[in-house]
């Protein structure tokens, strides 16, 4: 099987600009994002086949990573919510979710062959976007039900692999690194964005 990216290992949540200067725009910050985002799923992904996990196929991986990405997408979301402006912070989501959509299209390209990606990868964005919605935050945090919610969605990803314990490493582990990582990442990225 092979893993969706051959490069080696990078340190999460990279924010730095190269060159200081102007302050970045909107569509800026929304690619260090998105590539930090696809950056986390992958390393969460790294952890749990550490962990023993088995995914079985590309095709599971990709549907593994997707989950990751939406809930770390809705994640970011509530994140910036109050911070911009709605008009500006649904450009910086969309601009993320678009970004994500074609890293996860040349991935799936790369490792299923042709075929229609991307529509069916924001689709999902959308549909999940739309669930996490109706969760409590308790603390800005996701609480129980979500966190159950997102597990399961993975376990259910992971069906055909025959894992056990996947809700529980998924609520337990990944799911609090998760909200951590994309706390640190929106704090860095949107903190100093322009309103």
């Keep these: 099987?092979?893993?969706?990216?051959?490069?080696?290992?990078?340190?999460?949540?990279?924010?730095?600009?190269?060159?200081?200067?102007?302050?970045?725009?909107?569509?800026?910050?929304?690619?260090?994002?998105?590539?930090?985002?696809?950056?986390?799923s992958l390393e969460i992904f790294r952890h749990m086949?550490?962990?023993?996990?088995?995914f079985g196929s590309d095709r599971l991986v990709t549907d593994v990573m997707a989950e990751f990405i939406a809930f770390l997408v809705q994640l970011a979301d509530r994140?910036?919510?109050?911070?911009?402006?709605?008009?500006?912070r649904a450009t910086l989501i969309g601009e993320v979710a678009a970004h994500l959509a074609a890293t996860m299209e040349n991935n799936q390209l790369d490792l299923l062959g042709p075929g229609e990606y991307r529509k069916p990868f924001i689709d999902l964005l959308n549909a999940r976007c739309e669930e996490y919605a109706g969760f409590e935050y308790p603390g800005g945090e996701p609480g129980f039900p979500c966190l159950r919610f997102f597990a399961a969605?993975?376990?259910?990803?992971?069906?055909?692999?025959?894992?056990?314990?996947?809700?529980?490493?998924i609520m337990d582990i990944e799911a609090p690194e998760m909200v951590r990582?994309?706390?640190?990442?929106?704090?860095?990225?949107?903190?100093?964005?322009?309103?």
């Design 1 to 40: 099987m092979a893993i969706i990216s051959s490069r080696p290992s990078v340190a999460l949540v990279k924010t730095r600009w190269r060159k200081k200067g102007a302050p970045r725009t909107l569509a800026e910050r929304a690619g260090v994002i998105g590539a930090n985002v696809w950056k986390i």
């Design 49 to 54: 086949e550490k962990e023993e996990f088995r």
């Design 79 to 88: 994140a910036v919510y109050g911070r911009l402006s709605e008009a500006d």
């Design 153 to 169: 969605k993975v376990s259910d990803a992971m069906a055909a692999s025959g894992n056990k314990w996947v809700v529980e490493q």
């Design 181 to 195: 990582l994309i706390k640190k990442l929106v704090d860095q990225t949107v903190n100093t964005a322009p309103r």
